[in-house]
């Protein structure tokens, strides 16, 4: 358990459905991360968000919008998702400035959309 | 932009062996911050080893231990006395020193343990 929490685990949604994913934390920390893990490819880093705003969108589509309410929550809001945005979606959080650096990962929401 | 390469998709090792994961990356700063993270079948990434650009002192953590050649852009984890709980992913990662809070990560290798 390192601290940052996601839910759901798992996730099956239709291409027309509206879902949303969850993550949170209790470490003091102000930077926060949404990351999709596909088979066979790097981790893509999706969006970051630093004191809630946001500092990073790696050309995302649409269909996936963010949400940072404050330090220790963030949101992933699904819609219209297609199948090949089925993958485990990671959420991390880290220092924004000083050490450690690291960032502390969540147990993934695996998304399947069907 | 900062990329980060593992250039072996898998490893095995016999248990108790020892076994060097690689990564190089690239970048043109002079401050960041390198780390291996682990991914074992239960999915969630946890921090091995971290290593500052700054410090010429490998870093270890018990049986983990890095080989950091600033120069050639290299960082390779060495895993001494390899058990069964090693197995999983392991992901390099670099983060820069000036404030990004950007996380770019390799591929990953996938390291199997052979009783």
């Known amino acids: 358990e390192t601290g940052v929490t996601q839910t759901p685990r798992h996730l099956v949604m239709g291409m027309t459905n509206k879902k949303s994913l969850k993550c949170e934390q209790h470490l003091g920390h102000n930077a926060m991360y949404w990351y999709k893990q596909s088979a066979k490819k790097p981790l893509e880093l999706m969006f970051v968000y630093n004191f809630k705003e946001q500092t990073e969108n790696n050309s995302v589509p649409s269909r996936f919008s963010p949400e940072c309410p404050n330090s220790s929550h963030l949101f992933l809001h699904l819609h219209t998702l297609q199948p090949e945005d089925s993958a485990l979606y990671l959420c991390a959080s880290s220092q924004e400035k000083g050490t450690p650096l690291e960032a502390f990962f969540g147990q993934g929401t695996r998304l399947t959309v069907v | 932009a900062q990329t980060v390469t593992q250039s072996q998709p898998e490893m095995s090792v016999q248990e108790a062996e020892t076994v060097t994961l690689s990564c190089t990356y690239d970048?043109?700063?002079?401050?960041?911050?390198l780390f291996w993270y682990k991914q074992p079948p239960s999915r969630q990434m946890i921090l091995v080893i971290r290593q500052e650009a700054y410090k010429q002192q490998n870093a270890t953590e018990n049986r983990f231990s890095v080989n950091f050649q600033k120069a050639a852009k290299s960082f390779s984890l060495k895993i001494s006395d390899s058990q069964l709980g090693d197995a999983a992913m392991y992901f390099c990662?670099?983060?820069?020193?000036?404030?990004?809070?950007?996380?770019?990560f390799g591929k990953g290798t996938k390291l199997t343990v052979n009783p």
């Open positions: 990662a670099y983060r820069s020193g000036g404030g990004s809070e950007k996380l770019v």
């Open positions: 970048t043109s700063e002079s401050d960041y911050y």
